[in-house]
């Protein structure tokens, strides 16, 4: 629902909104419409014929009063009347016809005649029964006239004289087949069915932030952001909505400046677009004056009304009118004549149900569709008034009645609202206003809405609801609009590949469809559409995929086939390849690597930031694995390497983040390198200026997008304390004074939580501090978020690394070779084929010759020279020793082939080159698929792979190496295997001795310690 005002400056949504109701709706009667189209699909107009009926009653009157009341089913559905004779006034009802005079006329014997023109609606029943009644003076006639042809024709008179009394009813009935003789037809231009949704484009990212929200989005976003744009488009499209009405405050609003971006990405997405004119302002709310309303439709006209995305009916745009009730008939009427002589015309659609404003309006819609306790009888009375309007004049006119569906309500939390819910009853509201709204035949169906997240009314993915609305939202666009073929939901592949190269893609089928199968496609390029493209997998019944593609960035889309025709394609995911990954440097405390930042900085001198990044390198260089300071262009390469090697790492930011990691302005909210290194378990640390604040190209939404939640920073200074933990682990922590503490409270509700605050206000502001996802360990941190250079950035910054840190490594990494390059390998080079005994350590190889790396021929820097057979596929095993595989954390294997391999562990595929085909099953014909040349054949490539098949004892590697051709020129051939070791910390009494006689006066202690321990105490 909309708001009474405009959000302030055009940045935050009105906190205030007012229920969409229609205040003069009443119970209405219930109506049954069916509708029979007698020309085909797609002509200019189309000739209805319902059940509907017209007819002609004359009422002639002696009495000062008489009703006819019809007492079947039957009713009324529009109607005409004029006095013929007489001074008479009448009313006409759902099943009521009313004649008065003035009693004096009645007892003087005068006679009225009033003709009325009815359409009528039946099922078709072989009778149609009345009731007369009148007052004690005079006697009724009533005349009855099939009307269904161009002249009325006579069926019957009845005549009420009856005298016993008050209100000297008098029942009757009349033959159906000759009152409703012949078909009432006309002829109403055909409308194509459409869907569209209630679109609210007001939100900032604070919006998220509000404790007022019942449900949130899957990730936070800004409604200005050109690609959440873009995503909201496609997610309706895909659940069958074919465009938005939006929300719209006037000129130079948010709402205005967000209607230009959704049009230019509606033209590229063959996307539908109105607009919501919001009526109301002020407190109470009121309809705007006349004159406002007058420039505001003169300026959407002027600036917007020949767009080619507008919604448009008889070559004018829709627009539709929220709370048009709350003006007068005649202020619209002025304000459209006034439009149309100008040459500003338009399609106007009123948000009431108030069948007078047809007279102005060219349709009618609900909005709060929810409430309605009788929704398919007001809706179907609604539906009848629009199709049948101007047809007992002989003149219809197109009226287009818009029937709105809703999954519930609830603005409890809203301030100043009264409170009311409607229940989403995991869904049945929504059925409940879908069944109701087909039920009324209508012309187009409404959503409220998309996205009001403040009233709860959304179908947008959230948190509490996943994609369940969108679903739905697709069954019954498909029952509304015929079944068409929609893209692949929920599409999502990894934006960074595992250490053996694996991309993990998934999708679900598209909202409310049922595909029999799938094609996935991928490129090495951006591409808009799969002209040119093969499927890189065709006829997948499965909704998820595993690939192996070459390094580097690749491109993927899905689509769906539907009786193996292919239908619209998914979005297309850009996919980084690196298999490269840092390995741990040994014998080090801390197994963890680190980068820092510098280039760009804020709240801190760039001299000062470079000078504690200094300070900290010598601080810590010498216990944890690795630590340098990286340029913008440098850290893409350095998150890939850290992304997926099984270790916790660190980046340090002075108050900025690169664009390099992080576009710039929100533009890649979702699919970042620096996102995937948070999730993939590692640590953010922030010095300086509001984390991913980015000097005001991220503003608070970059930490939200980061953090994939409405988490932003208090924005007040306070004074901060040491905590306890503060005091343990960062003992040059001081009392200092910081901006941009995190509130505690923020994190209510959310999935991180508090792991540690150093320092804290003693309210729940805390910095420095640490937050952590429950989910992904990743962790974010902040240490002085303040501008001021005299702070002991770098020493506190220290003693969270190395006092802290190790606290959160429950076990202790080692790293250790297992397989050197140069080791001895056994090898087979007679071309013979093998099978797969060979891969397996019972496998006999003590006939095999054996030689040290590098193996191969045709080089010429061989340690082993092997004989060329002219073979593809050349094997090599070789044997190592392992006492303690359960504490292998990861394997890092790293390979020197020409031209390609598949590496075995104990029999187990581990690792298969990408320089042979994906998929299939190799065997000793099989060739590398490019034949390597020049430093490619000196080229070591690296991966991780899995330690599941290691065994205590003794365990097999086994290589084959495949060749591009028989007559390949050369072979080349060298391994080497490295291990993590996770033990347990240990701690053991190394004096004095155990057993030994302790002298009098001071005794020496020393403790001998094993991982990552900060501090011992000894106990008497």
């Known amino acids: ?63 000062d009063w008489t009703i006819l009341r019809l007492t079947g089913p039957e009713r009324f559905v529009s109607s005409a009347g004029v006095v013929l004779a007489g001074t008479a006034t009448f009313q006409t009802g759902a099943d009521t016809l009313q004649v008065n005079q003035p009693l004096s006329n009645a007892q003087a014997g005068v006679t009225v005649t009033v003709q009325f023109d009815l359409i009528l609606q039946s099922s078709n029943p072989p009778a149609i029964s009345f009731e007369s009644t009148r007052g004690n003076l005079g006697r009724v006639r009533m005349d009855f006239y099939q009307f269904n042809s161009n002249a009325p024709v006579f069926v019957a008179s009845v005549t009420n004289a009856v005298t016993t009394g008050h209100p000297n009813a008098r029942p009757f009935s009349l033959p159906a087949d000759a009152l409703l003789a012949g078909d009432l037809s006309w002829t109403r231009p055909s409308l194509p069915p459409l869907v569209l949704a209630f679109y609210y484009p007001w939100y900032n990212y604070d919006s998220w932030a509000s404790p007022t929200l019942r449900d949130y989005p899957r990730a936070p976003y800004h409604s200005d952001s050109n690609s959440v744009i873009l995503r909201h488009v496609r997610q309706a499209k895909a659940a069958g909505i074919d465009g938005f009405i939006s929300s719209w405050w006037g000129p130079n609003s948010q709402t205005d400046r967000n209607l230009a971006r959704l049009l230019a990405i509606a033209e590229a997405e063959q996307f539908l677009v109105s607009i919501y004119f919001e009526t109301l302002t002020g407190d109470p709310a009121h309809a705007r004056d006349e004159a406002e309303i007058l420039s505001w439709l003169r300026y959407f006209l002027q600036t917007y009304g020949n767009h080619p995305r507008l919604l448009r009916l008889e070559g004018k745009p829709v627009v539709f009118i929220w709370a048009a009730g709350a003006a007068p008939t005649d202020l619209w009427q002025r304000v459209f004549t006034t439009l149309r002589a100008e040459g500003l015309d338009a399609f106007y659609s009123a948000n009431t149900l108030n069948t007078a404003y047809l007279a102005v309006f060219d349709g009618l819609h609900d909005y709060a569709s929810a409430f309605r306790g009788t929704l ?112 692949p939901a929920d599409f999502a592949a990894s934006v960074v590949s595992d250490p053996d190269g694996r991309l993990r893609l998934s999708w679900q089928a598209p909202f409310g469809q049922a595909p029999e199968s799938y094609n996935l496609y991928r490129s090495s390029r951006p591409f808009t559409n799969i002209a040119g493209l093969t499927p890189l997998a065709a006829g997948l019944r499965a909704t998820s995929f595993n690939d192996y593609p070459p390094q580097g960035t690749n491109y993927y889309a899905v689509i769906a086939l539907f009786g193996y025709v292919e239908g619209p394609m998914s979005e297309v995911l850009a996919c980084i390849v690196g298999t490269n990954k840092s390995r741990l440097a040994p014998g080090r405390l801390l197994p963890t690597d680190i980068a820092l930042y510098v280039d760009s900085t804020a709240w801190i001198t760039p001299s000062v930031a470079r000078t504690v990044a200094t300070q900290l390198v010598q601080n810590v260089s010498a216990q944890v694995s690795r630590i340098e300071i990286l340029s913008a262009a440098q850290l893409p390469q350095w998150l890939l390497a850290h992304i997926g090697n099984g270790q916790l790492d660190v980046l340090i930011t002075f108050g900025d983040v690169p664009d390099s990691i992080y576009p710039g302005g929100n533009t890649e909210p979702d ?96 910095d420095p501090a640490i937050v952590r996802h429950p989910g992904t360990s990743g962790r974010v941190g902040i240490v002085f978020q303040q501008n001021n250079d005299t702070l002991p950035r770098a020493a506190v910054l220290s003693e969270i690394l190395t006092n802290w840190l190790p606290t959160v490594l429950p076990r202790h990494l080692t790293s250790a070779t297992l397989v050197s390059t140069g080791s001895v390998w056994r090898y087979q080079a007679s071309g013979a084929n093998l099978g797969t005994a060979w891969r397996l350590p019972a496998f006999n190889d003590s006939s095999w010759p054996s030689g040290p790396g590098q193996l191969g021929f045709g080089d ?151 991982g990552p321990v900060v501090r011992v105490e000894f106990f008497a």
Request: net charge negative; proline share 6%; hydrophobic share 40%.
């Open 1 to 63: 629902m909309n708001a009474t005002h405009p959000p302030a400056s055009g940045r935050t949504a009105p906190t205030r909104r007012w229920l969409r109701r229609d205040p003069g709706a009443a119970a209405r009667v219930r109506l049954s419409l069916r509708w029979l189209a007698l020309a085909v699909l797609g002509a200019s107009a189309l000739a209805v014929r319902a059940d509907f009926d017209r007819l002609r009653i004359t009422i002639a009157s002696s009495s």
């Open 376 to 487: 398919e009888a007001d809706f179907q009375q609604a539906s009848a008034a629009c199709r049948l309007y101007g047809v007992l004049e002989g003149r219809p006119q197109l009226k287009v009645w818009a029937a709105t569906t809703q999954p519930g309500y609830d603005d409890v939390l809203i301030p100043g609202r009264a409170g009311s819910v409607i229940e989403r009853l995991d869904g049945a509201t929504y059925v409940r206003t879908w069944e109701g709204s087909l039920a009324s035949a209508p012309d187009w169906v409404l959503i409220t809405s998309f996205n009001e997240w403040w009233e709860n009314t959304h179908i947008e993915p959230s948190v509490a609801y996943g994609s369940r609305y969108l679903a739905l939202t697709g069954q019954y666009a498909d029952r509304f609009k015929g079944f068409t073929p929609r893209p």
């Open 671 to 766: 699919r970042s390198l620096v996102e995937a290194f948070l999730d993939d378990g590692n640590l953010i640390l922030n010095t300086g200026d509001y984390m991913f604040y980015a000097g005001g190209r991220n503003g608070s939404g970059g930490l939200m997008n980061l953090m994939d939640a409405p988490i932003r920073f208090a924005s007040t200074s306070t004074t901060n304390r040491p905590t306890p933990e503060g005091a343990r682990f960062t003992p040059s922590l001081r009392e200092f004074v910081t901006s941009r503490p995190f509130p505690a409270t923020n994190l209510a509700g959310k999935e991180w939580e508090l792991e540690v605050a150093f320092a804290d206000n003693g309210g729940g502001w805390a």
């Open 860 to 1010: 010429g820097d061989e340690a082993t020279v092997i004989a060329s057979n002219r073979q593809i596929t050349t094997y090599f095993r070789h044997a190592f020793v392992l006492s303690n595989p359960a504490e292998v954390v990861s394997l890092q294997a790293r390979l020197l082939r020409d031209d390609a391999a598949v590496v075995y562990l104990n029999g187990v595929e581990a690792w298969r080159d990408t320089n042979l085909p994906a998929g299939v099953t190799i065997t000793y014909t099989t060739p590398a698929l490019t034949a390597l040349s020049g430093a490619q054949e000196n080229l070591w490539l690296t991966n991780a792979l899995d330690p599941a098949p290691l065994v205590p004892g003794t365990n097999l590697l086994a290589v084959e190496v495949h060749q591009s051709s028989s007559t390949s020129s050369d072979v080349s051939f060298d391994f080497a295997l490295d291990a993590v070791f996770s033990t347990a910390p240990a701690v053991c009494v190394a004096a004095p001795a155990q057993g030994s006689s302790l002298p009098e006066g001071v005794i020496t202690l020393a403790a001998a310690v094993t």
